[in-house]
Each structure stands twice: as structure tokens, then as C-alpha cells.
């Protein structure tokens, strides 16, 4: 069950008519799935819309604060935010937070235990003030998590996150290159190239304390056929094999938004957590 509040609530409904006019002019509905990026050099979290078998970038948001130097987070109290591969699903999202609205980035994730990283409680969240977790501004916040809400309540099970110390150009990643945590950044670049190349989050696994990316796309996820084998003489091809082409996005219809709508007011008020934000 989707946790939901009056502050929740009323957050939905306050900005539920914006987005869904900001989205129907991109051709999305908002429950579309979601897959989010932050940059904490440039302070910036992304908000990205699959659409068909790709995302689009919605929106760019201007993080409020975050605390600690670009670099992951190792240790309770080091007061740094994390880096690194992270999902929500339905379980961590908090609409009684004592920082307005927050969702739980799950840190730390498998790579973080394999290095015996620690920490907890380490958020998206509003009220502009933060101790280890990504600070938003409520009004954000509220579009934020409504997005989010909205995806989970639509059928995505966990909603990727993908945290990063800056935009991993060339440049940025020369700039840096003297840095402690530049083989660790490398390996995150993987998995930002891997996106930036297919406007399609990889499936991220942890394999020998590295993070690993499944890129093989088969064809009805917009994938490529493998090389042709040459044919001999003696061989005649009996079959002719058609790709279908991926299906074109329909126009938002306005129904699914009172569906979203309708389930949230459905949803049980769950008991407050008054649990500070991570550090």
C-alpha cells in the first residue's frame, strides 16, 4: 500500500494540475515511469519521463543544499551524501517526514556494504537544510515527490536513482583526475555514458566490489542485431524475419491522471516518522 498523509495529500493536489499540463506538452502522463540523476557539483537533480522505450529529460531542479565535498559518503557522521547507483520503491517514500516530504535513497546499497560503507537515513527531501542528504525546496519537493508518488501508484516497482559528483565529461573527469576517487568515479562513468548513449538507464549489478552494467538490449527493448554470419553458397534462406518498430507514444489521455488521483485519495494514512534526516 502506497503510505500517504494530509501534508501528502494536499501536496499532490496543489501541484497535480501544473505538472500534468507541463508533461502533456512533452506527450507524457504523469505516472509515467521515472528515472532521476543528481549532480552535486552543480547542484542539480533531473527528472527524466520514459517515453516509449526512452526517457526525456521533464525538468532540471536546483538542489537547496547538500552537505560534505563531492566524494562518496564512507561513514556515519562524515556528514557527506552519497554517490552511486540507488533505487526507491514504495516502502521509502515518507509523507509524514519531519523535513516536509522526503524518500529514502536506500544507502547504503550492496556496493556500499561490500566496502563497509555506513550511514542511514539518507534523503531527498525538503525544508532546504540537510546533513548528509540531498535538501530541496518544499514547493520542489512537493513536484518531486508527487512524480515519484505518481510512478509507484502507476505500477513502477522502484524508481532509479543515480547520483554523481559532477557531469562526467571528459573534461570534468580530467579536471579531476588527481582526485582519491577518481578509479571509483570511473566506474560510475560507465553507467552515466551507458545512459547518455541510449536514453536508457542500465540494470546496474555489484560484482567484485565494482559496479557492473547489463548492457545487452535485446530487440524489443530497441536493441541491435549481432553482426550477419556470412552465408555460404549451399545455404538458401527459407525465412524472412521482420523487426517490428518500437511503438510510437501515445497522447496523454487525461483518464489516467484521476486513476493516480483516485488511488492516492484511496490510500491509508500511515503512522508519522518523525525520524531526523541522515548524516
Known amino acids: 500500500m502506497i503510505p500517504s498523509s494530509d501534508k501528502s495529500q494536499k501536496a499532490y493536489k496543489r501541484v497535480a494540475p501544473t505538472l500534468i499540463r507541463a508533461m502533456q506538452k512533452k506527450g507524457a502522463t504523469l505516472g509515467d515511469p521515472v528515472f532521476i540523476r543528481i549532480f ?78 555506513t550511514g542511514s537515513l539518507l534523503m531527498i527531501h525538503g525544508r532546504c537544510s540537510s546533513a548528509g542528504c540531498f535538501a530541496m525546496a518544499d514547493f520542489r519537493m512537493d513536484e518531486i515527490y508527487a512524480i515519484m508518488e505518481s510512478a509507484l501508484i502507476s505500477g513502477q516497482s522502484q524508481v532509479p536513482v543515480h547520483i554523481f559528483p559532477f557531469k562526467m565529461s571528459k573534461a570534468n573527469m580530467a579536471a579531476h583526475q588527481d582526485s582519491q576517487w577518481i578509479d571509483f568515479w570511473k566506474n560510475l562513468k560507465e553507467g552515466y555514458d551507458y545512459f547518455e548513449g541510449h536514453h536508457s538507464p542500465p540494470i546496474v549489478v555489484v560484482q567484485d566490489k565494482r559496479y557492473k552494467f547489463i548492457t545487452f538490449r535485446p530487440l524489443l527493448f530497441g536493441g541491435t542485431l549481432p ?15 521482420k523487426i517490428q518498430q518500437p ?12 486513476q493516480v488521483l483516485a488511488r492516492i485519495d484511496r490510500t491509508t494514512p500511515s503512522a508519522p516518522d518523525l525520524l531526523g534526516q541522515g548524516d
Open 40 to 117: 552535486k557539483q552543480e547542484k542539480i537533480l533531473e527528472i527524466w519521463l520514459r517515453q516509449g522505450l526512452t526517457y526525456i529529460l521533464f525538468k532540471s531542479y536546483s538542489i537547496c543544499h547538500h552537505s560534505g565535498n563531492i566524494g562518496p559518503k564512507i561513514r556515519e557522521g562524515d556528514n557527506q551524501s552519497p554517490e552511486g547507483f540507488y533505487t526507491v520503491g514504495v516502502s521509502q517514500l515518507n509523507p509524514n517526514s519531519s523535513y516536509h516530504l522526503s524518500v529514502n535513497l536506500g544507502f547504503p546499497n550492496e556496493y556500499d556494504r561490500s566496502h563497509k560503507r
Open 227 to 241: 553482426p550477419p554470419i556470412p552465408r555460404l553458397a549451399s545455404v538458401t534462406m527459407k525465412k524472412k524475419f
Open 247 to 258: 511503438p510510437v507514444p501515445s497522447t496523454t489521455p487525461p483518464k489516467r491522471q484521476r
